[in-house]
Antibody, heavy 117, light 108 residues
């Protein structure tokens, strides 16, 4: 059974870089597209980016200049780096697997990241 | 960029009632790339419907989706206590995904 688990610091200072990792267990990272999504407290879902292990990456145009996605197939992990963060980047961050026609059928439990000094 | 609008913002219903949720796209979209999710408080979203009308694995048949072009609907034929949650529609197109703002289905 494939499972996803996000990990990373829960607190990031303004202007610094938010770095999160998603670990895929029970399956290969090389078989699907994978996404990052976030949700501010009390708010809706915002798609951040998606990628394929070969390096194909798609970004939310509003975040593209600050986002870097990387993947390590040897450890079955992929990462999100979001630079120059502000309080507006405070959110629960989810990683997810793309299924049929880019629907997201498998989600991590999410990790809360607060941007504050 | 496609903008998704969901209505109503909140739906107050009793268990056993039928819920009809709307998702409208700012321009015509492929129904193949329209999905619905359920999210309960403190949990990750769960995929309910993909391709506008196909139920995801393990989803009860009281959940159904339909629509095309700009108008899509999620119907819950008879609300169970566990169905009270927030529902989001999602579209993928032009190499990006967008989510609607959500509809909260609450107990009346």
């Amino acid at each position: 059974q494939v499972q996803l688990q996000e990990s990373g610091p829960g607190l990031v200072k303004p202007s610094e870089t938010l770095s999160l990792t998603c670990t895929v267990s029970g399956g290969s990272i090389s078989s699907y597209y994978w996404d990052w999504i976030r949700q501010p407290p009390g708010g809706g879902l915002e798609w951040i980016a998606s990628f394929y292990y070969t390096g194909i990456t798609n970004y939310n145009s509003t975040l593209k200049s600050r986002v870097i996605i990387s993947v390590d197939t040897s450890t079955n992990q992929f990462s999100l780096n979001l630079s120059s963060v502000t309080a507006a980047d405070t959110a629960v961050y989810y990683c997810a697997r793309e299924y049929s026609y880019s629907s997201l059928d498998l989600w991590g439990q999410g990790t809360m990241v607060t941007v504050s000094s | 960029e496609v903008v998704l609008t969901q209505s109503p913002g909140t739906l107050s219903l009793s268990p056993g009632e039928r819920a009809t949720l709307s998702c409208r796209a700012s321009q015509g979209v492929s129904s193949s790339y329209l999905a619905w999710y359920q999210q309960k408080a403190g949990q990750a979203p769960r995929l309910l419907i993909y391709g506008a009308s196909s139920r995801a694995t393990g989803i009860p048949d009281r959940f159904s989706g339909r629509g095309s072009g700009t108008d899509f609907t999620l119907t819950i034929s008879g609300l169970e206590p566990e169905d009270f949650a927030v529902y989001y529609c999602q579209h993928y197109g032009n190499f990006m995904s967008t989510f609607g703002p959500g509809t909260k289905v609450e107990i009346k």
